[in-house]
């Protein structure tokens, strides 16, 4: 018997519900309340989320940001900052002691991107784990020079004839894995290369011509575009093939929904938050 997870999908939110929502359900899971989760999102408006370390003044062009009419917020979880704009964006809250998770982060890293590995291969993609081979990719990832998320493949990243095509972050509090990451399904390179700051145009330009060796969307891979439905189908089915579960659609309670917006407000649509040195 597979197990059965609870599925979720909440459709397009704003930034700070997206992140108090994924919040939430690992706060609820860590109280017993409800079992592991998987949630497929969108967001509106498109949004630049950026890791947890990130300093905002450094990094980001705040300018670009507001010009393109894009949401802005920091997420709970490491890594750098990701255009969530033609993506199909998931999560996965589940105990760290569940028995399928290993104790590692990269190995339940591992485990968890199965559901999204299996996903890519239904539609027709030909994914693969990269594994850091010599000394100089490992110490490549322990060099995060670039604020921009998809620039360098990491343990386990899951990737397509050599480029990342999804990029995935983790955190761990209260016995509780929050995974949740990005499924793009087309990119807007200059748009998202203006979000951020350089040292100078030569660099910047350096940097999104090496973007498009290291990365790539699922739409640039495919003879026929991939529609949103199309990718949600695909996923849920990786997820249950991926992980050996059998997902059941949830809808949250009022209750629950109050509880989340309670969160957004008094976090994620916080300046001291968001833009905290």
């Not at 917020?73 to 399928?100: C, F, I, M, N």
């Not at 591992?110 to 000394?135: C, H, M, N, Q």
């Not at 995935?168 to 949740?180: D, F, N, P």
């Not at 145009?201 to 790539?216: P, S």
Request: charged share 30%.
């Amino acid at each position: 018997m597979n197990e059965t997870w609870r599925f979720i999908d909440s459709g397009n939110c704003s930034p700070a519900y997206n992140m108090a929502l994924d919040e939430a359900l690992l706060e609820w899971h860590s109280k017993g309340k409800i079992p592991p989760t998987i949630r497929f999102y969108g967001w509106d408006p498109a949004t630049l989320s950026i890791g947890y370390f990130q300093k905002v003044e450094k990094e980001v062009n705040m300018e670009a940001v507001k010009q393109y009419g894009l949401g802005f917020v920091r997420r709970p979880t490491g890594g750098r900052g990701v255009l969530h704009d033609q993506e199909l964006t998931y999560s996965v809250v589940v105990s760290e002691k569940h028995p399928a998770m290993p104790a590692t982060v990269t190995e339940a890293y591992r485990v968890i991107s199965e559901g999204i590995l299996e996903g890519f291969k239904k539609v027709g993609l030909d994914a693969y784990f990269a594994v850091p081979r010599t000394d100089e990719e490992k110490n490549a990832l322990k060099n995060p020079r670039s604020a921009v998320c998809f620039d360098a493949p990491s343990w386990y990243e899951l990737v397509v004839e050599g480029r990342k095509v999804a990029g995935s972050a983790q955190t761990r509090q209260k016995g509780v894995i929050l995974q949740h990451g990005s499924i793009i399904l087309d990119i807007d390179e200059d748009k998202l290369f203006d979000l951020f700051n350089y040292p100078s145009d030569r660099v910047r330009e350096r940097m999104q011509r090496n973007f498009k060796n290291k990365a790539v969307a699922i739409n640039a891979l495919r003879e026929t575009p991939l529609t949103m439905d199309e990718a949600k189908q695909a996923f849920h089915y990786g997820f249950e093939k991926g992980l050996n579960i059998t997902l059941e659609p949830y809808t949250l309670t009022a209750e629950e929904d109050a509880e989340v917006w309670e969160i957004a407000k008094t976090r994620y649509e916080q300046d001291s938050w968001n833009y905290r040195k």
